[in-house]
């Protein structure tokens, strides 16, 4: 988990920034674009990352990238820090704690609702209030259909999940029948 910690700490940093600036919006579209771009361009992004490459033209790359995407100084000095100390493959990561930051700071939340069939948007958007009523919070819900479910719903935000699918439900029952 060294990563993650790797990862919290650069995004703080970065977001600590960005806010005393009233840039903190700006970093994230930032980052997500220099992502966007390595994702859309492998050969840059093989040019950048692999370490046989030498230093200075993976360095000089990245440099003609980071002008080419007009990224502020704090953005570009992050990626040149990753790249010089072979980080730069934790950037999602980074930028996943930099979201989390943003989020908790505009007191929202994030969360993956599972579920084995289609819902109806008036379903999903019922869920979200009764999710901002016991929250607290404004939630932004990702809806992804599982038919390994069966039926049921699962609710992953952050770390925890609640877990309420047919298929749990069987698993349980195994378990229960298997101790007996």
């Known amino acids: ?3 993650k910690g790797v990862a919290k700490r650069y995004a703080a940093a970065l977001f600590s920034s960005g806010e005393k600036e ?9 980052l997500k674009s220099f992502l966007s771009l390595l994702d859309e361009r492998e050969r840059i992004k093989g040019m950048i990352l692999l370490p046989l490459i030498e230093m200075e033209k993976r360095r000089a790359i990245l440099m003609d990238v980071v002008r080419a995407l007009n ?7 992050l990626l040149l820090m990753l ?6 493959s934790s950037l999602p990561d980074i930028v996943g704690e930099y979201l989390r930051i943003l989020d908790e700071r505009e007191g929202r939340v994030r969360a993956t609702l599972f579920t084995a069939f289609p819902l109806q ?22 809806v992804r259909e599982e038919k390994a479910l069966i039926s049921g719903l699962r609710l992953k935000i952050g770390d925890t999940i609640i877990d309420g699918s047919v298929r749990r439900q069987l698993e349980v029952l195994q378990e229960i029948l298997m101790r007996e």
């Open 121 to 142: 948007r008036a379903e999903v958007e019922k869920i979200k209030a009764i999710l901002k009523e016991r929250l607290g919070k404004e939630v932004v819900l990702e």
């Open 83 to 88: 790249l010089e100390r072979n980080n730069l």
């Open 22 to 30: 009233g840039r903190e919006r700006q970093y994230l579209e930032e």
């Open 1 to 3: 988990m060294r990563g």
């Open 71 to 77: 990224l502020s100084p704090q953005v570009s000095n």
